[in-house]
C-alpha cells in the first residue's frame, strides 16, 4: 500500500500546481476530470442501448420501407454502441488527461451524449460520403498518430513556455502532464479511428492544436 502514496501524493500536488497556474480556469480543470470520468462510467455501461435506440431511429425516420430502416438501424446500432462502449472506457481511463479543444472533424460523432437521447443523428452522406465520413475517420487516425508519435515534444515545448514566463517549474509539470495526455489520447485515435465517438471534448483542452507546436513557437520567439 506504502508503494501507492507517494506517487498518488506527487500526482495530487502536479494537479494542484497545475490548478493554481491556470488560475480562474481551475474549475474546468476538476470539474472536467469529473464530467470526463462520470460521462465514461455510463457509457461504458450503457453502450448496447444504442442498438435498441438506432433501431427505433433507423423505423421512425425512414420515408420508404420501415422494415428497411430498422434493419440499417441493428448495424448502426451495433457500430454506434461499440463506438460508445470504447469511448467511454477511454474518458474512464484518461479522465487525468487533457484533451483536444474540439472533435470538430475529427471522427464520425455520436447522435448525443448519452445512448438514450434523440440528439442529431449524424448524416454520413451529406454533402458526400467521402467529406462526411471518410475525412472524419481519417482526421483522427491523422490526429492520433500525430500525438501518440510525438507527445514528447510537449515536454520541451512547455519547459520553453514555461522559461519565458519565469516558471520552469509549471512548465516541467504542464509539459510531463500533456506529453502523458498526448499519448493516451493518441492510442485511443488510432484504436478507434473507424468507430464513432463524442462530437465534444470534456477534459481541460491542451494550450496547443498540436503537440510540437509549442516548441515550434518557442524557437520561432
Same mark, same amino acid.
Given at each position: 500500500?506504502?508503494k501507492y502514496? *507517494?506517487?498518488?501524493?506527487?500526482? &495530487?500536488?502536479?494537479?494542484?500546481?497545475?490548478? $493554481? &497556474?491556470?488560475?480562474a480556469?481551475?474549475?474546468?480543470?476538476?470539474?472536467g476530470?469529473?464530467n470526463?470520468?462520470v460521462r +465514461?462510467? *455510463?457509457?461504458?455501461?450503457?453502450?448496447?442501448?444504442e442498438?435498441?435506440?438506432?433501431i *427505433?431511429?433507423?423505423?421512425?425516420? #425512414?420515408?420508404?420501407?420501415?422494415?428497411?430502416?430498422?434493419?440499417?438501424?441493428?448495424?448502426?446500432?451495433?457500430?454506434?454502441?461499440?463506438?460508445?462502449?470504447i469511448?467511454?472506457?477511454?474518458?474512464?481511463a #484518461?479522465?487525468?488527461?487533457?484533451?483536444?479543444?474540439?472533435? $470538430?472533424?475529427?471522427?464520425v460523432?455520436? @447522435?448525443a451524449?448519452?445512448?438514450?437521447?434523440?440528439g442529431?443523428? !449524424?448524416?454520413?452522406?451529406k454533402?458526400? *460520403?467521402?467529406?462526411a465520413?471518410?475525412?472524419?475517420i481519417?482526421n483522427k487516425l491523422?490526429? +492520433?498518430? +500525430?500525438?501518440?508519435?510525438?507527445g514528447?515534444?510537449e515536454f520541451p515545448?512547455?519547459?520553453?513556455k514555461?522559461t519565458?514566463?519565469?516558471s520552469?517549474?509549471?512548465?516541467?509539470?504542464? +509539459?510531463?502532464? !500533456?506529453?502523458?495526455?498526448? $499519448?493516451v489520447?493518441?492510442? !485511443?485515435?488510432?484504436m478507434?479511428?473507424?468507430?464513432p465517438?463524442?462530437?465534444?471534448?470534456?477534459?481541460?483542452?491542451? @494550450? $496547443?492544436?498540436w503537440?510540437?507546436d509549442?516548441?515550434?513557437?518557442s524557437?520561432?520567439?
Amino acid at each position: 500500500m506504502k508503494k501507492y502514496i *507517494v506517487p498518488f501524493l506527487m500526482l &495530487s500536488m502536479a494537479f494542484v500546481s497545475i490548478g $493554481e &497556474s491556470y488560475g480562474a480556469t481551475g474549475e474546468r480543470l476538476v470539474g472536467g476530470m469529473g464530467n470526463k470520468f462520470v460521462r +465514461g462510467i *455510463v457509457n461504458t455501461f450503457t453502450g448496447w442501448i444504442e442498438i435498441p435506440a438506432q433501431i *427505433v431511429k433507423g423505423y421512425n425516420t #425512414s420515408t420508404g420501407d420501415k422494415l428497411a430502416g430498422a434493419t440499417i438501424g441493428i448495424f448502426k446500432g451495433v457500430w454506434h454502441g461499440v463506438g460508445r462502449t470504447i469511448s467511454g472506457v477511454g474518458e474512464m481511463a #484518461s479522465f487525468w488527461a487533457a484533451d483536444p479543444d474540439t472533435n $470538430e472533424g475529427v471522427g464520425v460523432p455520436l @447522435d448525443a451524449d448519452y445512448a438514450w437521447q434523440t440528439g442529431v443523428p !449524424y448524416d454520413m452522406a451529406k454533402p458526400s *460520403v467521402t467529406e462526411a465520413t471518410f475525412y472524419p475517420i481519417g482526421n483522427k487516425l491523422m490526429r +492520433g498518430a +500525430g500525438n501518440a508519435l510525438l507527445g514528447f515534444c510537449e515536454f520541451p515545448g512547455q519547459i520553453a513556455k514555461g522559461t519565458k514566463l519565469k516558471s520552469w517549474d509549471i512548465g516541467i509539470i504542464k +509539459g510531463l502532464w !500533456y506529453w502523458f495526455s498526448r $499519448e493516451v489520447d493518441g492510442i !485511443y485515435d488510432i484504436m478507434s479511428f473507424p468507430l464513432p465517438n463524442p462530437r465534444d471534448t470534456m477534459g481541460l483542452a491542451f @494550450d $496547443e492544436k498540436w503537440p510540437w507546436d509549442a516548441l515550434t513557437e518557442s524557437v520561432k520567439h
